[in-house]
């Protein structure tokens, strides 16, 4: 069985319609308007093996906020509705990734309550197009709407483009363990029989 979802956002600020397949190969067709976040979604799809559509229509005359705020609550979104009832699943996800001189963990609980627990210094207001104080953002709104417990930390900085895209990557390899299917686990993983 397919774990996909659809979902669609319009509001004064965005217009956003995304497509999400937790069980893909790793194939993406994005369109954010923001180039390097555009970057950033790519190297999520393939690391994590999902495959995603996003198309953005955003108020980038303002600035990059609502554009990367937005995707992150509809992503957020088509994640909780991707993952289902969460029988089967690991619920736990971790991963330790390296980029170059930069190292980040990121940890995922998809138990059903959301908080952000986020430490990483970035060193310019900008990555090409993208602020980088967007970063911190985008995360919060996944953890809240697809209600998850994440924490993404830098363990060794260096250059900003390599922490970001190695927050990204580790965060797909991360829910791609804790999405992922343990034929041990017959119902969900909870003392308390729900998630």
Known sequence: MTREATVERNT???KIAIKL???GSGKSCLDTGVGFFDHMLDGFTRHGLFD?????KGDLQVDDHH????TGIVLGTAIKEAVG???GIRRYGSCILPMDECLVLCAIDLGGRPYLSFEGAFTSEKIGDMSTEMVKEFFYAISYTAAMNLH???????NNHH???AMFKSFAKALDMAAAYD???TDVLSTKGSL
């Open 52 to 56: 995603l559509d996003i198309k953005v």
């Open 21 to 23: 397949n937790l069980d």
């Open 12 to 14: 004064k600020e965005t």
């Open 67 to 70: 554009t990367i705020e937005d």
């Open 85 to 87: 009832d969460k029988k």
């Open 152 to 158: 993404i930390k830098v363990l060794t900085p260096g």
């Open 183 to 185: 034929p041990r686990i």
């Open 163 to 165: 922490m970001a895209e």
